[in-house]
């Protein structure tokens, strides 16, 4: 009998402890959760900045004239070797006007591939070092509209657009995008292009 009411009595403090842990759980608050879940979040498109700020639109300007140029410096060159060649058939074979001509075409089509690398490293590298002057003015820009916002973090937003037609760029958006899906995101991709105009100015 003893034992029975041994039994009971804990069987009894077993269901008090449980009863008090669930409305211990039921009257939990926000303020009781820890700071990290409490977090304001913020999502920018960097993509996007970099395709609608002034500065890209100026840069693609500049850079279309200056591309222009070279291709123009390149046909003339293609023109005047040519001109060279046709020149030939006006000259004897083996005097010294022939040879001097002949000459003159072998060095002219020995530059033309070497002008056309030229140009080609020549804008790559001025693409790089644009785009890499103009991450970090979105980086330092979205630092200061996130301070403003009061923020605690900034993801990257991107969205890919479909169709992809290359395999090779749809396993770089694979592994590069990060953020699936946010809900309730701050969006500051609007306030970041404009500090970035701002500075830009």
């Known amino acids: 009998m003893k034992a029975k009411t041994i039994v009971i009595a804990g069987l009894i403090c077993l269901l008090v402890l449980l009863t008090g842990f669930g409305t211990g759980a039921v ?30 639109e100026k840069y693609k300007l500049q850079t279309k004239a200056d591309q222009e140029k070279a291709i123009n410096e390149l046909q003339q060159l293609r023109a005047e070797v040519k001109a060279a060649e ?19 075409i072998a060095q002219k089509k020995a530059l033309l591939p070497i002008k056309q690398d030229y140009y080609e490293q020549q804008f790559s590298s001025k693409d790089k070092e644009w785009s890499e002057n103009l ?3 979105i980086l330092s820009s979205v630092n200061k509209v996130a301070e403003q916002k009061h923020l605690d973090m900034v993801f990257e937003k991107d969205t890919p657009e479909f169709p992809i037609e290359r395999a090779e760029d749809l396993m770089m958006i694979i592994r590069t995008n990060k953020l699936l899906y946010a809900n309730g995101g701050v969006d500051i991709t609007a306030d970041v292009t404009g500090l970035v105009d701002a500075n830009s100015l």
């Open 27 to 56: 009257k939990s608050t926000p303020k009781d959760e820890p700071a990290g879940l409490m977090s304001k979040v913020g999502v920018v498109n960097v993509r996007k900045i970099f395709q609608t700020c002034k500065r890209n």
């Open 86 to 104: 046709a020149g030939l058939d006006t000259r004897k074979p083996g005097t010294k006007d022939y040879l001097d001509l002949t000459q003159e």
């Open 135 to 137: 991450y970090k003015d």
